[in-house]
T-cell receptor
Framework: EAEVAQSPRYKITEKSQAVAFWCDPI?????LYWYRQILGQGPELLVQ????????DSQLPKDRFSAERLKGVDSTLKIQPAELGDSAMYLC????????????FGQGTRLTVV | TQLLEQSPQFLSIQEGENLTVYCNSS?????LQWYRQEPGEGPVLLVT?????EVKKLKRLTFQFGDARKDSSLHITAAQPGDTGLYLC????????????FGTGTRLKVLA
């Protein structure tokens, strides 16, 4: 069964350090999403790609966060410098292009900033 | 900004009881998904509803989409400990570019 792959599963970093997360979506899925989820809450969209283009990054803190999907396949989300408040689960999801297609999630990366 | 409110936020019940979780919004959605998430894992898709008034059943789970496609409910019959988890609704919007807006979540604990 096709899955969204994310790595690493867990990451502990010191504040002010740089950290990066990787996501490989389900093959053929044009749309890729990065979400941030605080423990016990619903995910919040950080950035949405359609192929290699960003279609929504309105909630991405652009002073420290960046995301890319250079070849329209896998994607990287970077935080530099990390802050204590960035501790959260970072989820990647992908879907076919178009409304009504379900988003499928990876297992997430649990980030702890100390 | 969350546009979908779920209620209740927390629910602790005994095995065998029935429960209903609600997902409400003032926005119209082109489709709505329900997910279940276990600690430390990503959300797993349970169902997608598309048509206003649509009802879907998945074993002991019944999902309903409101007639106006602004709200949804999830009913679980005879809850089991394996139903424990965080239940999330997500609405697909098509204003501008389409995207999924997640609800605030309902944390369910079923006691044996």
């Amino acid at each position: 069964e096709a899955e969204v792959a994310q790595s690493p599963r867990y990451k502990i970093t010191e504040k002010s350090q740089a950290v990066a997360f990787w996501c490989d979506p389900i093959s053929g899925h044009a749309t890729l999403y990065w979400y941030r989820q605080i423990l016990g809450q619903g995910p919040e969209l950080l950035v949405q790609f359609q192929d290699e283009s960003v279609v929504d990054d309105s909630q991405l803190p652009k002073d420290r966060f960046s995301a890319e999907r250079l070849k329209g396949v896998d994607s990287t989300l970077k935080i530099q410098p990390a802050e204590l408040g960035d501790s959260a689960m970072y989820l990647c999801a992908s879907s076919l292009l178009g409304a009504g297609y379900e988003a499928f999630f990876g297992q997430g990366t649990r980030l702890t900033v100390v | 900004t969350q546009l979908l409110e779920q209620s209740p936020q927390f629910l602790s019940i005994q095995e065998g009881e029935n429960l209903t979780v609600y997902c409400n919004s003032s926005s119209v959605f082109s489709s709505l998904q329900w997910y279940r998430q276990e600690p430390g894992e990503g959300p797993v898709l349970l169902v997608t509803v598309v048509t206003g008034g649509e009802v879907k059943k998945l074993k002991r789970l019944t999902f309903q989409f409101g007639d106006a496609r602004k709200d949804s409910s999830l009913h679980i019959t005879a809850a089991q400990p394996g139903d424990t988890g965080l239940y999330l609704c997500a609405g697909a919007t098509t204003s501008g570019t389409y995207k999924y807006i997640f609800g605030t979540g309902t944390r369910l604990k079923v006691l044996a």
